[in-house]
């Protein structure tokens, strides 16, 4: 499988994925914890990978994104975007939306 296959299933199998240096319990850059930090506030369950600990992704998603930096936020397959994007949406209530709407849909995918 290539790397490019690898991201494109983890995007596919996490409703809710943040690509990030470290991890939310030990986030290894400032942006990458305020992410987490407010990803976790919304009180959804979240996917995550180090791409510290996965140098192939660290190289090959910015370009498969089209974004150049980490952390990234993926919800239902699509790049919602960075740190600073991340926060204004969790400030303006519209994280917590998108966060749970994607939680519930995934809850019932699971159900079925």
């Given at each position: 499988m290539s790397v490019i296959d690898t991201i494109k299933e983890q995007i596919e199998s996490n409703s809710i994925l943040?690509?990030?240096?470290?991890?939310p319990r030990f986030p290894q850059c400032g942006f990458s914890s305020r992410a987490s930090?407010?990803?976790v506030a919304c009180g959804e369950r979240f996917a995550f990978v180090n791409i510290l600990e996965a140098p192939e992704i660290?190289?090959?998603l910015p370009k498969y994104a089209n974004w150049p930096t980490f952390p990234q936020l993926w919800v239902?397959?699509?790049l919602v975007g960075g740190c600073d994007i991340i926060c204004e949406m969790a400030e303006s209530g519209e994280l917590q939306e998108l966060v749970s709407a994607a939680a519930?849909?995934?809850g019932d995918s699971e159900e079925a």
């Open positions: 943040l690509y990030m240096k470290g991890t930090e407010a990803l660290r190289a090959e239902n397959g699509e519930k849909q995934q």
